[in-house]
């Protein structure tokens, strides 16, 4: 049975409304070299980072976008791989540049708050709205530097 809409073909197209939705990665260049990185923008997505990954893919890593530019603070709490930290103020200037090792895993006599107070902290030297991590070594391979600018896509 049809509507009296049917009748009259008055019903709106059905097609979806499209929704805009943020990239889940962007590239960047770091000195010459094209890196894929996961974006990480919700608080949720910050505090996981590249925890439980025992391998990051060369030319791949993730880029957080920190909600205030400030100094800023990272360990690597659940990391089961060493990597390379890069921290940039909002203009794209280097701040900061970190190799950071794996940590000891969490034991089962230690509470959280133990583990966390034993995890060595790596701190941009000045405040810092993006971080990016990278395989471990690239930073010397890729001769970066800090002061100098890497373009971070809006």
């Given at each position: 049975m049809k509507s009296y809409l049917d009748?009259?073909?008055l019903r709106e197209e059905t097609?979806?409304?499209?929704?805009?939705k943020e990239p889940d990665t962007v590239s960047i260049d770091l000195n010459?070299?094209?890196y894929k990185l996961e974006i990480a923008k919700t608080p949720e997505k910050i505090y996981k980072g590249m925890s439980y990954r025992k391998?990051?893919?060369?030319k791949t890593g993730m880029l957080f976008d920190m909600p205030t530019e400030m100094i800023?603070?990272?360990c690597m709490r659940n990391c089961e791989c060493d990597m390379d930290l890069i921290y940039t103020n909002s203009k794209g200037k280097v701040v900061g540049l970190h190799k950071m090792k794996r940590e000891p895993k969490k034991t089962s006599r230690e509470t959280d708050i133990q583990y966390n107070?034993?995890?060595?902290?790596?701190?941009?030297?000045?405040?810092?709205?993006y971080v990016i991590e990278i395989p471990a070594g690239d930073i010397t391979r890729l001769d970066l530097k800090r002061g100098q600018i890497i373009k971070i896509p809006k």
């Open positions: 009748y009259y073909n097609d979806p409304v499209p929704v805009k010459g070299t094209e391998h990051i893919p060369r800023q603070s990272f107070n034993r995890l060595k902290k790596y701190e941009s030297d000045e405040p810092a709205k």
